[in-house]
């Protein structure tokens, strides 16, 4: 699976983990070039605290475009290290 935005593959994996139709790829998958940290946060009731990330790509900026759980709760320990992707990103085979 390849994360895309703006023409660039931002993450690229055959591990993924599908959780409510998102794909969450491995961390060590992601071209962590084009992530910035966000101040952002918000909580899933399951899943815990999430953070996020900016995306940045040949001068473009998509806020909060990335998310990730730094310490998930316990349902939901098989997406730590792991990052998914919305606002725009093209997820594709």
Same mark, same amino acid.
């Given at each position: 699976?390849?994360?895309?935005?703006?023409?660039?593959?931002?993450?690229?994996?055959?591990?993924?983990?599908? #959780?409510?139709?998102?794909?969450?790829?491995?961390?060590?998958?992601? %071209?962590?070039? &084009?992530?910035?940290?966000?101040? +952002?946060? +918000? +909580?899933? /009731?399951?899943?815990?605290?999430?953070?996020?990330? +900016?995306?940045?790509?040949?001068?473009?900026? %998509? /806020?909060?475009?990335?998310? &990730? &759980? /730094?310490? /998930?709760?316990?349902?939901?320990? %098989? #997406?730590? %290290? &792991?990052?998914?992707?919305?606002?725009?990103?093209? #997820?594709?085979?």
């Amino acid at each position: 699976m390849k994360a895309i935005w703006n023409h660039e593959v931002i993450a690229e994996s055959d591990e993924t983990i599908v #959780i409510e139709n998102n794909h969450y790829f491995p961390l060590q998958s992601v %071209n962590k070039e &084009y992530l910035i940290e966000s101040a +952002t946060h +918000t +909580t899933c /009731p399951w899943k815990g605290e999430a953070s996020y990330y +900016t995306l940045e790509v040949d001068g473009r900026s %998509n /806020p909060d475009a990335a998310w &990730y &759980y /730094p310490q /998930p709760k316990d349902a939901a320990q %098989n #997406i730590k %290290n &792991y990052i998914a992707f919305w606002k725009g990103v093209k #997820i594709e085979a």
